[in-house]
């Protein structure tokens, strides 16, 4: 399919992620212009503060943006999975180039024309309103030039918090090895900065021209600036904090399989007439944090990731003692009921290419070992932090590769099969295994532990929402590996719509 069949398709859900875009950047350059200014402008007046504020907005733009998420998620009022913790963290990193060039834009101006206005008679506030702030305004402009373009590249993040926007293309793209996914959505994101810039320059000049600025301008600004944060926020809030006791929030990670069993829930709740929220696409822990601070009701999870990653348990390869042991301390640490497994266990997947499997006669990874000195292996964050993961793996094998390299879980289907690396450690219901001819190798030292498919859910969901627990009764045993590997293959080799995939799979099955 070429790119502009694509947007003939697609156009409607492209301009509903760019509008969606647009306010959490817009909602979140007004809110940090109301705090920025004042701020800079208190700076100007006390030296003193000056350093610790700003060094506290410094530290602030060095937080890597999923980390800031995971920090914000389970914190009360402020926090949660949506726009709201994603607008909180567009607005931390706004203020440090608005601060700053509002601090300097005032500095700036000429003390001899501050002594003339003074001289003149002028109160401290009469010169900053008549003075300085028109004199300083091309400079504060220039700052909110920059937050902004900031902002626009930190909200393509906001869709791993599920706040949507330009990045759920983006991140879909590369977990789809769909280009153009990845085009829509990096192209928009480049031409909203464009166009955002542009007008804001419009806008500077409009306000600063000859240097001599009308305050009639900046007086009817003002008005408008607090109506549209009004409006904005006023309806983020509605949407983000309205309660409906039938309501479900239904949460997935961020990669196919993931959002293909969320919705799959959705899809058969909604045909119960409960009211579903999706916030899917969650990068990292998000989404378990999330379940425990009570902003997701339910996502799905696996029983080896649960056991090792969240309860710190060392792998063990009894599957049915992981799962007992998960679901006790699941219900007894967080209220949290594990769900009766799928059906199918989605295992670390060692996989190289298919060429090289068949040419060497490789079948195990034991098979492997000996060639993996000369190998380059490319790994997820998650598998090279792990307990289940890389440190032991690569112990119980005597694996000695020559290069490791850590990057995201996506890309490395992408690195192999563009032969970046030799070996990843992927998923085994990847659909993306037939579709670029890689092979998985047997893991005959049985080092991975149990990873069954089961859903986590909220008790206190249970019981709010009974149509929940038939749900999940009939989908106990219902999807086998086979099954999920060509449902992911349905979404990332034939490039079908995930609801289409799931409302044909649930006719199929009634």
Known sequence: MSFWQFLQLNWSELLGLIDQHVKLVLIAIVVAVVIGVPTGILLTRHRALRGPVLGIANVMQ????????????????????????????LVLYSLLPIIRNTITGILGVEPSVREAAVAMGMTDGQVLRHVELPLAMGVIVTGIRVATVIAVGVTTIAAAVG???????????????DNNLLLAGALSSALLALVADFSLGLIQRWLTVDRKPAQPRLRKLVPVAAAVIILLVSV????????????????????????????IVAQMLEARGVSVER??????????DALVSGTLDLYPEYTGTAYTAILHHP?????????????????????????APIGFENT????????????????TISDAAPHTSKWRAGFGQDFMSRADGYPGFSKTYLLKFAE??????SLTYIALSSRQVDLIAGNSTEGRIATLDLFQLADDRRYFPPYE???????????RVPALREVLAKLANAISTEEMRRLNYEVDGNRRDPKEVVRQWIGGKQ
């Open 62 to 89: 060095t937080i890597p943006s999923l980390a800031l998420f995971g920090f914000l998620i389970p914190l009360p009022f402020i926090g949660g999975i949506g726009a709201r913790t994603a607008l909180i963290a």
């Open 163 to 177: 706040a949507g926007g330009l990045g759920v293309y983006i991140f879909r793209g590369l977990r789809q090895y």
């Open 236 to 263: 983020l809030l509605l949407r983000d904090g309205s309660s409906n006791t039938d309501k479900i929030s239904i949460g997935s990670k961020d990669f196919t399989e993931s959002a293909l069993l969320a919705e």
């Open 279 to 288: 916030r899917f696409e969650l990068g990292g822990n998000l989404p378990h």
């Open 315 to 339: 792998p063990i390869s009894d599957p049915r003692a992981v799962y007992d042991q998960t679901k006790q301390e699941y219900a007894d640490k967080f209220r949290v009921e594990v769900s």
């Open 348 to 363: 670390f997947a060692i996989l190289i290419r298919g060429a090289e499997a068949r040419q060497l006669n490789l079948k």
């Open 404 to 409: 490791v390299r850590e990057m995201d879980l």
């Open 453 to 463: 498919a089961v859903y986590l859910v909220r008790q206190d969901t249970l019981q």
